[in-house]
């Protein structure tokens, strides 16, 4: 994997990849943090992606898959993205500090916009709100969260509270303490000390997760 800029978003992205036992070829061209992360990351190497050149020599153009975590400049994000897309790189995961930045990624072949700051915003502003616990959102407004059971919910089997034809929400699994994950079934009972992951719309989700 092919990870350009080494800032907070693409040295995150790196580090993980790196931890999954992935092959990781970080460029950045701030000398500070190319030495900061040396240590950590398989591979990193100084050099200026907005240079077509300099990433053939690395060979960039080896790669299936690349981030692109530069934030500080969007002239240099386009330029790096328009490099990799000219060196055949097919999937390309790319970082946008605004929607019309992002449009323009679109448009020059990142099949992958990522707005780590503003999707960070909106996953926060579910969770501080009470019972959800970790909320993930996808495309046309559909969710699953993680979350504490409401106390209708308490004691009850699924049958029993009848969640899904009162607020229109899928309980998936429920996670015991010290038990291992199961998938939820019409009998599986809830007790207060257990966790649920419950998929449906974010309106509806956060409905259910507002009850008491």
């Known amino acids: 994997m092919l990870v350009i ?44 992606a907005t240079n077509i050149d300099a990433l053939r020599q690395l060979g960039a153009q080896e790669f299936a898959s690349a981030v692109v975590g530069v934030g500080t400049s969007i002239e240099s994000s386009v330029l790096i993205t328009v490099n990799l897309v000219d060196l055949g790189i097919e999937h390309l995961w790319v970082k946008a500090i605004t929607p019309s930045h992002g449009k323009i990624l679109t448009r020059i072949g990142a099949n992958h916009v990522i707005y780590p700051e503003a999707d960070a915003g909106v996953r926060a502003a579910h969770l501080v709100g009470g019972r959800m616990l970790d ?65 449906g719309h974010v309106d509806l989700l956060e409905r259910f997760a507002a009850r008491p």
């Open 5 to 48: 800029g080494l800032g907070r978003f693409g040295a995150s992205v790196a580090e993980q990849l790196v931890k999954q036992g992935r092959e990781v070829l970080a460029i950045e061209r701030n000398q500070e943090l190319v030495q900061k992360w040396a240590s950590v990351l398989t591979h990193v190497v100084e050099a200026d």
């Open 135 to 199: 909320f993930i959102e996808f495309d046309d407004g559909f969710a699953i969260v993680k979350m504490y059971p409401p106390k209708e919910t308490q004691g009850f089997t699924l049958a029993e509270s009848q969640v899904r034809s009162k607020y229109g929400i899928t309980v998936v699994g429920v996670k015991s303490p010290g038990e291992d994950f199961t998938y939820a079934q019409p009998d599986t009972k809830v007790t207060r000390r257990d966790v649920l992951i419950v998929s």
